[in-house]
């Protein structure tokens, strides 16, 4: 049967569907725009988005499992829910869908307190379902590259607790690995949540650290203070979306992202290998 990923031209999205691909599963994504798809191998692409319902419920024609990714937007919860809907219309019960960290207690953050209303679906219309709780995205470090490399300051309000970075591309192939698991397996299985999350639980001054031993100079830490942050952040999208980034750049620093005992063992189990580190990614993105 095939596998129907929604959310594929973005940053987990598109790793999602080359996993796939290189596990010989067959693969429909549905996009906006099929000239920005850009997919190499064996591919269906239907245009559409999450609001189309004709294109939706044609993409769901002959899917047994969805991978649902769908982005912060202003009506995020109203896509989430039409999408389970029809999914569930069409007869696909399998889903893999990609929530947030603590989704369930950072319920005062727009986009965490949407992801943890959808879970809830999953498991009030009974689903077979993957919930996948990632930390915050390493290569959300690439928005503020320039103004650590130019004014010498990391300025994202990380905190004191620690943030638990993950890579993207070790979400995606977790989330693969369980559509493969959920679309080969011969009955329905039980809901499972699974955070993802990285190999080093980092603070705000331990991230400033590690880009001053990569760059060879000082890189200060900016603080915990939001407010500048999220005046930054309204230069590069929406007013209400930089304040929802402040609102969760909060979260960080009240609560941190850490990860719970035995996840990172469990996620190395399941990648067989280690865990990509943020320090890593730093050295490429630097360079």
Known sequence: MTILVTGATGRVGR????????????VRVLTRDPAKANINGNVEVVKGDLLDLDALRS??????????????TGDEFTQALITLNVARESGVERVVYLSV??????????????KYGAERMLEAMGFS?????????IDNEVMIRDVILNHGIYPMPIGAKGVAMVDARDIAEVAAIELIRRDTAPGKLPIET???VGPDTLTGADLAAIWTEVLGRPIA???????????NMGTLMPKWMAYEMRLMAERYVSDG?????????????????????YRDYVVGLAG
């Open 194 to 196: 699974i955070n993802i």
């Open 129 to 137: 379902a993957t919930i996948l709780r990632p930390t915050y995205f």
């Open 257 to 277: 992202m850490i990860p719970e005992a035995g996840d990172v063992e469990r996620l190395t189990k399941l990648l067989d290998r280690p865990l990509r580190t």
């Open 221 to 231: 830490y900016g603080g915990d203070e939001p407010s500048g942050f999220e005046t």
């Open 59 to 72: 993409a769901f024609i002959g899917v047994r499992t969805l991978f649902l990714l769908n982005a912060v």
């Open 101 to 114: 960290f603590d989704a369930d207690r950072a319920v005062n953050v727009p986009h965490f307190a949407v």
């Open 15 to 26: 790793n999602v569907v080359e996993q796939l691909t290189k596990r010989g599963a067959n």
